[in-house]
């Protein structure tokens, strides 16, 4: 009877105290996102044009449009088994588990509470009490307690722990962003050197042969001896540049590698002698779009959103606090427990208000405003410089792309005049001084012509890095996606299902390929090797 009393207090009260939760104030300010006035147009499009409402937007798989198969089964190794990235998904996950750690404070709490004791005391003790020397203690009962949140404290939390996940959503799309590019402009690089050790062969072949001409002609007595220096410095020097690349492409290689998730030692990637990369069409857009399309940005202003609700969690600091208790139960020497007379139970409410405690409450609050103002800040920090990094990767791919043609103009002529010295210098018409001269600017040109359109795409890949990846707000979970399970769930705890197309889910099975080769991306005829 006392049980059942004591359970209908508790549901009325508990009935009144919700709805007076469900007016209780939040102390946290209006937020609003600052706006800023953008230009209507890119400074440095150059030739990019503003694109149409129908081709504003980035592919999510933007490294096709360089049209580079190998490419693409690199960058999807990359995303399936980089273990940097895995760890940017899990560090998603535990934020997902912070949220329901703080929901949790908004629901009442309840436990059991059972134990039993056998106790003898000592026949000599002082003031002992005449009668038995042992006695025995058995309980059981049910522990309860709430607090309401009358200030939004909880609620607030709960609200900064999901914005604190969206953060880390974009964080991890950041990540994403970054690996790609990362990986697409370690590639072109790889193929620029592989382009340059191609020149370099065939300079040294060339070469090869025009010491064979000088050493002919100086057995005739048809050239002085410093024709033969010369002509063997060129080579020499010749074969120790190409070295040097074949070395830069190796340590490139390796970059990829690990990047992939594959072991240096165990990883090839076949060389080609030419660039074949197809110049790509970049949708840019208009500058206002940059700020739904930057995870980096979006991860700024859900962390500025954070700063504004831990405002509202100091302010409600200065309030009292309510939390409400009961427990109830047996409590009898012996196993006779389920005897009303053995019944007990208390319930109750306590409050704290704090009244003076020197200025810590008020500190507290000033670093909170101190904490959000830095978050404006850093938020207009990262906007600024998601628009300098548009309009430089702008400038470059214009600038680069006019440089490559004029290189290629200079590569054809230097060529034409390697091969008129030559022809008259074997006529004994000219001296070899101006054949070497006419050899050194045809390898200069070549290979500036190959760093510079390597360049090009290396700027591109920027451009798009900047411009967001064709990454949008948008596919950001939305508060309530960060949540992981619901009050009553007990199963599928393991793993949660993912949300915003992070899924940490995957084959535990990066070391393995550390310890015997890395398995072969087969593409057919332009497949990527493993093992040398």
């Not at 588990?97 to 056998?118: E, I, K, N, Y």
């Not at 002509?231 to 970059?255: K, P, S």
């Not at 405003?369 to 978050?375: I, K, L, N």
Request: hydrophobic fraction near 40%; charged fraction near 20%.
């Amino acid at each position: 009877m006392i049980m059942r009393s004591l359970r209908r207090t508790m549901l009325s009260g508990g009935a009144m105290l919700s709805l007076v939760a469900l007016s209780a104030c939040d102390l946290a300010p209006a937020y609003h996102p600052p706006t800023y006035i953008v230009p209507a147009s890119w400074h440095g499009q150059g030739a990019f044009a503003t694109a149409t409402p129908a081709d504003t937007q980035l592919p999510s798989n933007w490294w096709t449009l360089l049209h580079d198969p190998q490419l693409d089964a690199l960058e999807d190794r990359a995303v399936a088994a980089n273990a940097d990235l895995q760890a940017a998904a899990e560090r998603f996950v535990q934020a997902r588990a912070m949220v329901m750690s703080a929901r949790a404070d908004l629901l009442p709490h309840f436990g059991l509470a059972f134990g039993a004791s056998d106790n003898k005391q000592s026949a000599d003790r002082l003031f002992r009490y005449k009668g038995a020397l042992t006695q025995t203690d058995e309980f059981y009962g049910g522990l309860a307690s709430w607090e309401p949140d009358f200030w939004s404290e909880i609620r607030n939390q709960v609200r900064m722990a999901k914005f604190s996940a969206q953060e880390k959503a974009a964080d991890y799309a950041g990540a994403r962003l970054s690996l790609q590019s990362e990986l697409a402009s370690d590639y072109v690089a790889l193929r620029g050197y592989d382009a340059q050790d191609a020149i370099y062969r065939k300079s040294i072949a060339y070469y090869q042969q025009a010491l064979k001409v000088t050493q002919t002609q100086l057995v005739n007595q048809a050239a002085p001896r410093l024709d033969l220096a010369r002509a063997q410095n060129r080579l020499y020097v010749t074969q120790a540049a190409e070295l040097d690349i074949q070395a830069e492409r190796e340590v490139t290689e390796h970059a990829i590698a690990v990047l992939t998730n594959s072991a240096p030692s165990d990883f090839h990637i076949a060389p080609t002698d030419t660039l074949t990369f197809v110049r790509a069409h970049i949708p840019v857009g208009v500058p206002s779009d940059l700020l739904q399309r930057r995870p980096d940005v979006a991860s700024a202003e859900r962390e500025m959103a954070q700063a504004n609700r831990a405002i509202g969690v100091s302010r409600a600091a200065f309030y009292p606090h309510i939390s409400l208790h009961a427990n109830g139960g047996f409590d009898a020497n012996g196993f006779d427990l389920a005897n009303l007379a053995n019944s007990m139970w208390s319930y109750g409410a306590s409050a704290s208000m704090p009244i003076f405690e020197g200025g810590m409450r008020r500190a507290a609050l000033q670093a909170s405003w101190a904490s959000y103002r830095e978050t404006r800040d850093h938020y207009r920090s990262s906007v600024l410089a998601a628009f300098r990094e548009v309009e430089d990767g702008l400038s470059r791919t214009n600038r680069l792309w006019a440089e490559n043609d004029r290189l290629k103009a200079a590569t054809s002529a230097a060529l034409d005049m390697q091969t008129m010295t030559m022809t008259l210098y074997k006529g004994g018409v000219s001296a070899y001084l101006d054949a070497i001269i006419a050899q050194e600017a045809a390898l200069e040109a070549q290979i500036a012509q190959v760093q510079v359109e390597t360049r090009y795409f290396q700027a591109e890949i920027g451009l798009i890095r900047a411009l967001g990846g064709g990454w949008n707000d948008r596919l950001l979970p939305t508060p309530d996606q960060t949540m992981t399970f619901s009050v009553l769930q007990y199963d599928g705890l393991h793993h949660p299902a993912p949300t915003g197309g992070i899924d940490s889910v995957r084959d535990e099975t990066p070391f393995d390929n550390l310890s015997g080769g890395a398995p072969a991306l087969d593409m057919g005829t332009t497949s990527v090797q493993t093992g040398r």
